[in-house]
């Protein structure tokens, strides 16, 4: 499948750096994508998306300003790791109950493109909807791979989440780690480089 990538995030990390404007979609083909210590303000109904294909994309440690469904992933269904976002902040002015985490994105009806999004350890506005996932142009959330993993805040899932708050258990949290997801074939580790600020 043939798509057109928008300008993706960076394959180092992107220290203290902010990634802001009307439309900041991540558009990833077969590669790595690492964001840390990062202001990504996201004002639009544009999600991040990590393409068909072996796409990951990891925002560690970020603060995530959102007024809209935050990711449309399309992994790869042979794809175990797709998107992550762990150890920060989902920050919002929107009222409660607003929006979703995300919805599945098949480009082009892609049945292959099953999206993979694990939401841990993060603190959650109140903005968040209580049934936090999304169908998205005919296709279920229910046959994609979202999750949450020990989420705080007032938008995270109570003690006894609902039915519509898939919750990652401590065996497979175990593999869903930054490293797990930005571990490739060719021993590349984008977590551990530093890019210097310009």
Known sequence: MEMSPTPPLPETVGSAQDAAGPRDVAVLLGTGRHRADTTIVHDTPAEYGASTGSATVVIAASDVTARHPITAASTWKGNPHGFLITRGRVVSDAPDQTFHLGRPWHPGG???AVAQVLIRDTRLPAAVKSAPWTDMSGFPWQEARFTEYRNTGP?????????????????????????????????????QTRRRAS
């Open 110 to 112: 892609e049945p292959d």
């Open 155 to 191: 938008g995270a899932a109570g003690p006894d989440p609902a039915a519509g708050r898939p919750q990652m258990n401590e065996a497979d949290a175990a593999h869903h780690e930054v490293a797990d997801y930005l571990a490739g074939t060719d021993g590349r580790a984008p977590q």
